[in-house]
């Protein structure tokens, strides 16, 4: 079986890579409007399978369900309360750092 190694990323490269990435992204405030309309409860979690639907099935650029699980996966609550859910707010701030402490 014949593997192909990918030539070693450069850091600068990789830089612009993210930076290009990021400036395609919308604002925080514009996703986590966006995430609040799934926020029944009003209480900062979404239902992961509400979620999951959506970006498989809404869009321009719908996921895959290997995509969504492997974007979402840590965030999901497993136990408690909030089981199955996910806190939208700490997807974010893991995917766009955390800005509340930021002017």
Not at 26 to 53: K, M, P, Q, V
Not at 59 to 78: H, S, Y
């Amino acid at each position: 079986m014949l593997s192909i190694i990918p030539s070693p990323l450069e850091f600068p490269a990789l830089l612009t890579y993210i930076t290009s990435l990021k400036s395609q992204m919308s604002s925080r405030h514009e996703l986590i409007g966006a995430l609040t309309s799934f926020d029944e409860s009003d209480n900062g979690y979404i239902d992961f399978e509400d979620i999951r639907r959506e970006l498989m099935t809404t869009g321009p650029k719908r996921m895959t369900e290997d995509q969504v699980n492997a974007a979402l996966q840590g965030f999901i609550e497993r136990t408690g309360k909030y089981k199955g859910k996910v806190s939208y707010t700490r997807f974010l701030d893991s995917m766009m750092g955390d800005q509340t402490a930021q002017g």
